[in-house]
């Protein structure tokens, strides 16, 4: 049985969630839904092209919520928002008595590199998808590319918070620090956090341009916070003048769906590195399907073309979570086949069984846990604070 984890990946810390807009959940529930149909897709493909039986195709985990039985597969949606699975008559008992032990068509008894095939599959699946999603993105809507400017913008101050008593106010903009001008670059934000976290109860010159256009001026002194750093209760995001860029014809959309991509993939890859590397700092980053959903309906309220980058980022991250050699998951299976290469011959059956169950039932715990934090960060139950 191959299938998605329950784990999804992803930093979703200051997205400000708004429970309104229920037509915008049910486009974002419609794109998680459709790239974990994709990934299963990928596996049951590769099987059904090589003449591999296949008894079930089932999106979502528990009872079933709808249920087709075809002519030899069974294709259903079921409850629990967890991922998906392709079943073979390899992990059914009862499947498997229909069929020779010997047939040539089950799983079990194909060759590595066709086995190998139909679990990367679904791998494969989610970054074609992605690439496509990513294509139509460039030819249509086109991308947004950012020219940043010198400073970095407050969009929000805290009810009397320090920043709010100092007099800083939304909309304006941090020209300076203690008279070092914050650059027109990606890392400004970065730098205006890290003087401002270095520098509890030391107060700080910063020049702001107000929106009229005025500068001024004004003494600000961070407040220690709990982990001994500065607070000053405000949000920072970058100054920077936003564009789109359409595709001038098909070669130039496949450049820029492929530059795209990459981005994406680095920003999965690097945001796993930090939470494997140092997940006592990251651990918050681990998000399951109630903070995904919640995060595409908000890109859905705020601009529509954005459901581009949230399904191909999504597609992306399943893609690279399902290649982590744990049990369960594809690599878990891939690591195997390894192993078994490695040996000359399989591993006990019942020692794999072993392996993959405990893994399922890990990662499903998982999942619960992180529905039930999603679910209780949705309504309030945990709020996250202000720099």
Do not use: W
């Not at 049985?1 to 969630?17: D, I, N, Q, S």
């Not at 089932?58 to 259903?76: D, H, T």
């Not at 040539?104 to 590595?112: A, F, T, Y």
């Not at 999603?133 to 086109?142: D, P, Y």
């Amino acid at each position: 049985m191959f299938g998605v984890g329950g784990a999804f990946l992803g930093a979703l810390a200051g997205t400000g969630f708004d429970a309104s807009g229920p037509g915008s959940y049910a486009e974002a529930l419609a794109v998680l839904a459709t790239i974990v149909g994709i990934h299963e897709a990928g596996h049951f493909a590769a099987a059904r092209l090589q003449g591999i039986h296949v008894t079930k195709f089932a999106i979502g985990f528990g009872p079933p919520l709808l249920r087709y039985q075809g002519e030899r597969v069974e294709y259903s949606l079921r409850a629990i928002p967890l991922g998906g699975y392709v079943a073979f008559p390899d992990d059914d008992p009862e499947a498997a008595e229909a069929f020779p032990a010997d047939d040539p068509d089950l799983l079990k008894n194909r060759s590595i590199p066709e086995r190998a095939l139909v679990i990367s599959a679904g791998v494969l699946a989610n970054c074609l998808f992605a690439l496509a999603i990513l294509t139509t993105q460039v030819s249509t809507v086109g991308v947004v590319e950012s020219r940043f400017l010198t400073g970095v913008q407050v969009p929000e101050v805290a009810a009397a918070s320090v920043a709010e008593r100092a007099g800083l106010r939304s909309g304006d903009t941090i020209l300076a620090v203690d008279g070092r001008e914050v650059p027109a670059s990606s890392t400004a934000v970065a730098r205006v956090v890290r003087a401002i976290v270095n520098s509890p109860e030391r107060t700080l010159d910063l020049t702001v341009r107000r929106p009229g256009g005025d500068t001024v001026h004004l003494p600000v002194t961070p407040a220690l916070a709990s982990d001994g750093g500065g607070r000053i209760g405000v949000q920072l995001s970058a100054n920077a003048a936003l564009s789109r860029r359409v595709a001038a014809g098909p070669g130039q959309a496949l450049a820029m769906a492929a530059g795209e991509f990459r981005k994406l993939l680095n920003v999965v890859t690097t945001g796993l590195q930090q939470i494997v590397f140092n997940f006592a700092k990251t651990a918050d980053a681990v998000s399951g399907p109630v903070a995904i959903v919640a995060v595409g309906a908000e890109v859905a309220r705020a601009d529509a073309s954005g459901l581009f980058q949230f399904a191909a980022i999504v597609n992306i991250n399943l893609a690279v979570v399902n290649l982590l050699p744990l049990p369960a998951l594809d690599g878990g299976y891939l690591a195997l086949l390894v192993v078994e290469a490695a040996r000359g011959r399989k591993l006990p059956k019942t020692l794999e069984q072993t392996i993959m169950a405990s893994g399922l039932l890990l990662l499903s715990g998982l999942g619960f846990f992180l529905i039930l934090r999603d679910v209780g960060n949705l309504t309030g139950l945990t709020r996250g604070g202000l720099m």
